[in-house]
Nanobody, 114 residues
């Protein structure tokens, strides 16, 4: 059984920063990639950023230059550093772990006030 747990969400003012963490545990042998997605009320879930085992990253245009994705392969943990947050970044943020199959966390709420 594999568990994926996000943490680090919260309420922050516009211009502020948050750091999200994603910890994968259980019977998971290898992780090919880890990604962060978000879903705002009334909108579809969208990709925010993804990182491969080799360190290759990809970001949504809306977060480039403000967000940084990273991971600790030894700990099966991923991170999303979010700077210069905007109200439009408000959403539930989900971690996706891509192994022999996909695993998703329950999500963590990020709210940015104007």
């Amino acid at each position: 059984q594999v568990q994926v747990v996000e943490s680090g969400g919260g309420l922050v003012q516009a211009g502020g920063s948050l750091r999200l963490s994603c910890a994968a545990s259980g019977s998971i042998f290898s992780i090919n990639a880890m990604g962060w997605y978000r879903q705002a009320p009334g909108k579809q879930r969208e990709l925010v950023a993804v990182i491969t085992t080799g360190g290759t990253t990809n970001y949504a245009d809306s977060v480039k230059g403000r967000f940084t994705i990273s991971r600790d392969n030894a700990k099966n943990t991923g991170y999303l550093q979010m700077n210069s947050l905007k109200p439009e970044d408000t959403a539930v943020y989900y971690c996706r772990v891509i192994s022999t199959r996909d695993y998703w966390g329950q999500g963590t709420q990020v709210t940015v006030s104007s």
